[in-house]
T-cell receptor
């Protein structure tokens, strides 16, 4: 295991539901990330947090709302999603945002919006 | 921003043969290029990386080459084994507008090693 744990592993939700994805890292890292992985597309960076402060919001729709209460935990709150939001959502962490620091990924949450 | 292109999208090789995956990038300022392997049901894991002050790096059966002038880098796997079957992603690191850096990924290559 990489030291980055995501829950749940699978999630099916309706378009009117509200749900949250959780990520926890046990590596003592200061930076955490949310990525979206869709079929036949590059991994898309959604949000970057460094020391619990958001430093990047990659033009993500407001129906995705991140939260970083401390450097070990990262949440992605979901509401009124669309079917095209179905994808694998990956959390990652790195020591910090400096150059050449390795990113460690969790196993992802497979999200299906019905 | 950075744009990373990766080819091929799928690659089938016989066990024991070599596999080569190629990537190009657009931002000449990028200086760190990791490769990730993603097995079914798992998140991507770093397998090798290269920095712009190095032209080649090798780790057992895996090697990566970098041509900064042409802005392309490649992953080479020799003596392939069935457990090498996975999706491989290249990436290039670029600077964030707010400070720090981020990875831009290629679209991935599905490698299948056949017995």
């Amino acid at each position: 295991e990489t030291g980055v744990t995501q829950t749940p592993r699978h999630l099916v939700m309706g378009m009117t539901n509200k749900k949250s994805l959780k990520c926890e890292q046990h590596l003592g890292h200061n930076a955490m990330y949310w990525y979206k992985q869709s079929a036949k597309k590059p991994l898309e960076l959604m949000f970057v947090y460094s020391l619990e402060e958001r430093v990047e919001n990659n033009s993500v729709p407001s129906r995705f709302s991140p939260e970083c209460p401390n450097s070990s935990h990262l949440f992605l709150h979901l509401h009124t999603l669309q079917p095209e939001d179905s994808a694998l959502y990956l959390c990652a962490s790195s020591q910090d945002l400096r150059e050449n620091t390795e990113a460690f990924f969790g196993q992802g949450t497979r999200l299906t919006v019905v | 921003g950075e744009n990373v292109e990766q080819h091929p999208s799928t690659l089938s090789v016989q066990e024991g043969d070599s596999a080569v995956i190629k990537c190009t990038y657009s931002d000449s300022a990028s200086n760190y290029f990791p490769w990730y392997k993603q097995e079914l049901g798992k998140g991507p894991q770093l397998i090798i990386d290269i920095r712009s002050n190095v032209g080649e790096k090798k780790d057992q059966r895996i090697a990566v080459t970098l041509n900064k002038t042409a802005k392309h880098f490649s992953l080479h796997i020799t003596e392939t084994q069935p457990e090498d079957s996975a999706v491989y992603f290249c990436a290039a690191r670029e600077e964030l507008t707010g400070g720090g850096n981020k990875l831009t990924f290629g679209t991935g290559t599905q490698l299948k090693v056949e017995l």
